[in-house]
């Protein structure tokens, strides 16, 4: 199904289970709209980073601190399309880290080219 809604975020994501969580808000937009995109900007690059020797966190109910690579990896596990930014992701990455299997590159003007094939864009 194609997405109807572009999410952009564009500041820090605290990895809580707060609706005021981007990311956290994103799982349940994906429910409503049926499809979404979601396209990560400046320090919400780090969302999508995670260490490349490192295991994944623990997922369920025993991961209770905050973790916004777990909604990431829930996202792109629905089939949501992730992109970070090429040039935040540049600035951001750190020796030994990774994107999140599934998150793609993107250039910001690229996708903003783009933004027409949507019925809504969300800055969140």
Request: aromatic share 12%; charged share 20%.
């Given at each position: 199904m194609p997405a109807h809604v572009l999410?952009?975020?564009d500041h820090d994501?605290?990895?809580?289970?707060?609706m005021h969580d981007p990311l956290y808000f994103c799982v349940g937009l994906r429910l409503q709209f049926g499809g979404i995109d979601l396209v990560l900007r400046g320090p919400a690059v780090s969302s999508a980073l995670v260490a490349a020797d490192g295991p994944a966190p623990p997922e369920g109910n025993g991961a209770r601190l905050p973790n916004p690579q777990r909604?990431?990896?829930?996202?792109?596990?629905?089939?949501v399309r992730v992109w970070v930014d090429d040039a935040d992701l540049a600035g951001l990455r750190r020796d030994g880290q990774v994107l999140?299997?599934?998150?793609r590159t993107a250039d910001t003007d690229a996708m903003a080219a783009r933004w027409n094939e949507y019925e809504e864009?969300?800055?969140l």
């Open positions: 999410a952009v975020i994501c605290p990895g809580t289970e707060d909604y990431v990896r829930s996202l792109v596990r629905a089939g999140i299997d599934g998150v864009v969300w800055f």
